[in-house]
């Protein structure tokens, strides 16, 4: 089945430490897209890719890292300068900026 | 720049009743607009899409919104609520210059009574 995958489902991070994200899509979509989710303040975007080896950083970049070697996998790095990680983070790619985004079912992240 | 505002952060309606969920944008240009639904601790799905076709948008599940420019308005409607309908809701925008990728709006959550 075509999709995106994230994983893991569930990620504990110590102070500290960096963590790495992961997202795969098989739908042969250009862009990807990586946004956190808290409550109460809908999705707000980190970084953002349109092609291989090119992106961009979003509203909330600081504290985050990101690559795009391949058009399939976006993965999102979190490292220790970013001081409240513990969100929910969804991963998302589309043919193009006005078409549907498709999203995967989300990372819980917590700092422990 | 482009933003949305989601007016109501919860909505309760009893079930049979008129769901009426408020998005209105802001956009330089000509806007591609979205509804999304989020069920706890899942992605997104799309609900439905307006990308300057017909100003009246049916999505799935019975949902439809219509896009108003002169209110800078794309309320979500559904004329009869159902208990699966109970979820978040999010309204979002793109355009065609500058960022390309969606912005949320900070979402609805509504709450269907028995």
């Known amino acids: 089945d075509g999709g995106i995958t994230q994983s893991p489902k569930y990620l504990f991070r110590k102070e500290g430490q960096n963590v790495t994200l992961s997202c795969e899509q098989n739908l042969n979509h250009d862009a990807m897209y990586w946004y956190r989710q808290d409550p109460g303040q809908g999705l707000r975007l980190i970084y953002y890719s349109q092609i291989v080896n090119d992106f961009q950083k979003g509203d909330i970049a600081e504290g985050y890292s990101v690559s795009r070697e391949k058009k399939e996998s976006f993965p999102l790095t979190v490292t220790s300068a970013q001081k409240n990680p513990t969100a929910f983070y969804l991963c998302?790619?589309?043919?193009?900026?006005?078409?549907?985004?498709?999203f995967g079912q989300g990372t819980r992240l917590t700092v422990v | 720049a482009q933003s949305v505002t989601q007016l109501g952060s919860h909505v309760s309606v009893s079930e049979g009743a008129l769901v009426l969920l408020r998005c209105n944008y802001s956009?330089?240009?000509?806007?591609?607009l979205f509804w999304y639904v989020q069920y706890p601790n899942q992605g997104l799905q799309l609900l439905l899409k307006y990308t300057s076709a017909a100003t009246l948008v049916k999505g799935i599940n019975g949902f439809e919104a219509e896009f108003k420019k002169s209110e800078t308005s794309f309320h979500l409607t559904k004329p009869s609520a159902h208990m699966s309908d109970a979820a978040e809701y999010f309204c979002a925008v793109s355009m065609d210059t500058g960022r390309r990728a969606l912005t949320f709006g900070s979402g609805t959550r509504l709450q269907v009574q028995p």
């Open positions: 998302a790619s589309a043919d193009s900026f006005n078409t549907e985004a498709f």
């Open positions: 956009s330089s240009v000509p806007p591609y």
